[in-house]
């Protein structure tokens, strides 16, 4: 059964950038058809979608985000990587590493997500 | 402001059905047959409920169902139990710029 599990800094400062990271089991990231995808939920908000990336390496990004967003893959380590830059009090949220069945989705199964503070 | 417009809340008492609406455009919810919807409980990741419209992953009751009806979609719970009282999102693929994913606002479902 496929399991994703995030880590990464709890806090960052305002203007750095933040890093994250997913860490897949039972199964293997670069099977493929498989897309792998970061959504987030500020504290007492709702679901925003940040990106998506297919085992290929081709990415997808959320207009919004675009300009400050990357996402990769490291097969050798079954992981993959979320890095935002220039971050801002905005920018604080329970990052979520999820499986998309498409590159839009849907999101199954999601990690336990990890909360990111940005202040100084 | 969200992208997809969700009720702020609903409430039923057991046993009974409730409906979640989840309003968009033409070019999300009312172009593609690509709307999710997923159950949050408090401090807990989201769980895939419907997606396609209709469709149920394995191991979601067959109480939790879909549909669709122009730029609405619409998630329907049937015999409600205390356990279902969660949060809930909608989601939709939509084409308005590149690629792009949106969701509701979510809507807190009260089990009474």
């Known amino acids: 059964q496929l399991q994703l599990q995030e880590?990464?800094?709890?806090?960052?400062?305002?203007?750095?950038t933040l890093s994250l990271t997913c860490t897949v089991s039972g199964g293997?990231?670069?099977s493929s058809s498989y897309y792998w995808g970061w959504i987030r939920q500020p504290p007492g908000k709702g679901l925003e979608w940040i990106g998506s990336i297919y085992y290929s390496g081709s990415t997808y990004y959320n207009p919004s985000l675009k300009s400050r967003v990357t996402i990769s893959v490291d097969t050798s380590k079954n992981q993959f990587s979320l890095k935002l830059s220039s971050v801002t009090a905005a920018d604080t949220a329970v990052y979520y590493c999820a499986r998309p069945l498409a590159a839009a989705g849907p999101f199954d199964p999601w990690g336990q997500g990890t909360l990111v503070t940005v202040s100084s | 402001?969200?992208?997809?417009?969700?009720?702020?809340?609903?409430?039923?008492?057991?046993?009974?059905?409730?409906?979640i609406s989840c309003t968009g455009t033409s070019s999300d919810v009312g172009g593609y047959n690509y709307?999710?919807?997923?159950?949050?409980h408090p401090g807990k990741a989201p769980k895939?409920?419907?997606?396609?419209?209709s469709n149920r992953p394995s191991g979601v009751p067959d109480r939790f169902s879909g549909s669709k009806s122009g730029n609405t979609a619409s998630l329907t719970i049937s015999g409600l139990q205390a356990e279902d009282e969660a949060?809930?999102?909608?989601?939709s693929y939509t084409s308005s710029s590149t690629l792009d994913v949106v969701f509701g606002g979510g809507t807190k479902?009260?089990?009474l």
């Open chain 2, 48 to 53: 895939l409920m419907i997606y396609e419209v």
């Open chain 2, 1 to 19: 402001q969200s992208a997809l417009t969700q009720p702020a809340s609903v409430s039923g008492s057991p046993g009974q059905s409730i409906t």
């Open chain 1, 28 to 30: 293997s990231i670069s």
């Open chain 2, 35 to 40: 709307v999710s919807w997923y159950q949050q």
């Open chain 1, 7 to 16: 880590s990464g800094p709890g806090l960052v400062k305002p203007s750095e």
């Open chain 2, 109 to 111: 479902l009260t089990v």
């Open chain 2, 87 to 91: 949060d809930y999102y909608c989601s």
